[in-house]
């Protein structure tokens, strides 16, 4: 079996997971988006997946690395989604902001300002996500829930700047009873901020990797970040 098969049989059984999640709490399955999580991919990994022809969503970590790849695959990676998923430094910024539709990390204003910038001199708006630490670790990227309005509120100001949402990370865990209230309190909270005039658009909600996507999903995800159960 070639490994473009290989890969196309893993991402099928993948969907059918993420549909039978959305048939549990009464869900569209094609309301979530699967996002392959290239971070230990190598670019002839990434383009046997993009050949098997079942997956049009990469997510990247590292921004020199994405550049990297994004130049290996050549005209391949314009037929793909570009994600940044991982924390962004704003020195990077200009170096992620042409490859990535979405940036999901987002936790600064100087990491805006920064975005904002290099997007205003790519000739694009620039979709975000706010990375929120619902968990409360300190090992853990994002800002503090309480100060998710207004951190959001600060960004409508930036002209070259979208918000679409929220990402966050479930602390690595088998207590499935806490993961799922880190989810759920994601969601309630993009629910409670969605309410506010001017932020209708805050409707995305990134949440959910290769050990907890089922939970994320029945929790109301709406991007799953998939690496291992791809790659691996």
Same mark, same amino acid.
């Given at each position: 079996?070639?490994? !473009?098969?290989?890969? @196309? /049989? ?17 869900? #569209? ?20 997946? =993009?050949? !098997?022809? $079942? =997956? ?7 921004? #020199?690395?994405? +550049? ?34 979405? %940036?999901?990390? =987002? #936790?600064? %204003? ?12 790519? &000739?694009?708006?620039?979709?975000? /996500? %706010? ?21 959001? @509120?600060?960004?409508? #100001? ?29 969601? +309630? ?8 005039? &001017?932020?209708?658009? =805050? ?6 990797? +290769?050990?907890?996507? @089922?939970?994320?999903?029945?929790? &109301? ?6 690496? $291992?159960?791809?790659?691996?």
């Amino acid at each position: 079996m070639d490994k !473009s098969n290989t890969y @196309r /049989l893993k991402i099928e059984q993948l969907r059918n997971d993420i549909s039978e999640s959305c048939r549990k709490s009464n869900r #569209d399955p094609g309301s979530v988006t699967l996002i392959a999580a290239s971070k230990y991919a190598d670019a002839k990994q990434i383009e046997d997946v =993009i050949g !098997s022809g $079942s =997956i049009t969503d990469f997510g990247e970590n590292r921004a #020199d690395e994405f +550049s990297e790849k994004y130049c290996k695959l050549g005209c391949l990676a314009l037929k793909v989604r570009w994600h940044f998923i991982g924390h962004l430094q704003s020195r990077k910024a200009k170096a992620v902001v042409p490859l990535a539709e979405y %940036i999901h990390s =987002i #936790d600064s %204003i100087s990491t805006i300002e920064a975005v904002n910038k290099a997007a205003f001199k790519e &000739g694009k708006i620039q979709k975000v /996500l %706010i990375e929120v630490n619902i968990s409360g670790e300190e090992t853990k990227y994002g800002i503090k829930p309480d100060e998710a309005e207004y951190f959001i @509120r600060n960004i409508l #100001d930036y002209k070259n700047i979208m918000a679409c949402g929220l990402m966050t990370m479930a602390p690595l865990t088998s207590d499935e009873t806490l993961i799922r209230k880190v989810f759920r309190c994601t969601r +309630s909270l993009r629910d409670s901020i969605i309410k506010n005039p &001017g932020f209708e658009g =805050i409707t995305e909600l990134s949440m959910g990797m +290769s050990n907890d996507f @089922r939970i994320a999903v029945e929790e &109301g995800s709406t991007m799953v970040r998939i690496g $291992s159960l791809i790659f691996l």
